[in-house]
């Protein structure tokens, strides 16, 4: 069937000498539920919030999911709808999540009536797990961490006790012992810029924590760059960081995930609270 496309732009000539006769259009509209996601987990595992919508080539905006668009197009029209996220947390910061693959459809669209767009994604085949799944803490190999701060009366563990899906680690502090690093294995990451990496991870904590990386070359040590800071979160939470720039500014040749928790303090430095938890679940870096 032929596509029909409306524009709403059209010469000043024709709205003056037929703006009075001329019926408006009437749109069409696209129904877009959130996405299926075909990976472990599936979409319970992820926060794709948003879709990045294009009807017969054309770009008509970032959505968040399940919503409804009017749309001035009829007959068999493509569909194509981009898995977007929001970039480091940040509502402000909306991006197409560059792992995950498009959806597209050819959908037959009427004036005046409901489509309905039931959007699947899955991870590119050409998407890489430098962690290779071990970030789950749920198989027989996990990935490992090392204490940093220097106290034996710390240390993460893997616990079943309120994980978000099977066992995940869990970072405790208190008055005695009020800060808690660790540091994950060692990993290469591209720093060029021309492949993205990003780091999805699912955490729970009643105590404020932060991430950084740690970059080294051979055998020299550790350059440390703060990345994000985590409020409390009395709920799982999803989170998406983009570590492309800071891997650009660093130029190193192994990188660690570096945590540190620790008990709040007042303007007195007195501790806030007696004790506190972080729990981190699905730790995975990804990149092309």
Not at 234 to 260: C, G, P, V
Request: a negative charge; aromatic letters at 12%.
């Amino acid at each position: 069937m032929k596509k029909h496309i409306f524009y709403l732009m059209v010469p000043a000539a024709i709205l003056f000498n037929g703006c009075k006769d001329d019926p408006e259009p009437v749109p069409a509209y696209l129904d877009l539920q959130p996405f299926t996601v075909e990976a472990l987990g599936g979409a319970s595992w992820q926060k794709i919030t948003d879709g990045w919508l294009y009807v017969n080539g054309e770009f008509l905006g970032a959505y968040t999911l399940p919503t409804t668009i009017p749309i001035l197009a009829e007959g068999e029209s493509e569909i194509i709808l981009f898995p977007g996220v929001k970039e480091n947390g940040i509502i402000a910061t909306p991006n197409i999540y560059p792992f995950m693959t498009r959806y597209e459809a050819i959908q037959t669209l009427t004036p005046g009536e409901n489509t309905t767009v039931n959007p699947v994604t899955e991870y590119d085949s050409g998407a890489m797990f430098p962690f290779n799944g071990r970030g789950d803490f749920d198989g027989s190999s996990t990935l490992q961490f090392e204490n940093r701060d220097g106290d034996a009366g710390t240390g993460y563990f893997l616990s079943s006790d309120d994980a978000f899906a099977g066992e995940c680690l869990r970072m405790e502090v208190d008055t005695a012992h009020w800060l808690m690093e660790i540091a994950s294995e060692k990993t290469a990451l591209p720093t060029s810029g021309e492949r993205q990496v990003w780091l999805e991870l699912h955490y729970k904590n009643d105590v404020p924590f932060s991430l950084y990386l740690l970059g080294s070359i051979g055998s020299s040590g550790e350059q440390a760059q703060a990345v994000y800071l985590f409020n409390d979160s009395d709920s799982w939470n999803k989170i998406y960081i983009n570590l492309t720039e800071f891997l650009i500014a660093s130029l190193q040749d192994d990188y660690r995930l570096f945590f540190q928790a620790g008990l709040p303090r007042d303007a007195s430095n007195n501790f806030t609270q007696d004790k506190g938890t972080v729990l981190l679940d699905n730790i995975r870096l990804v990149h092309f």
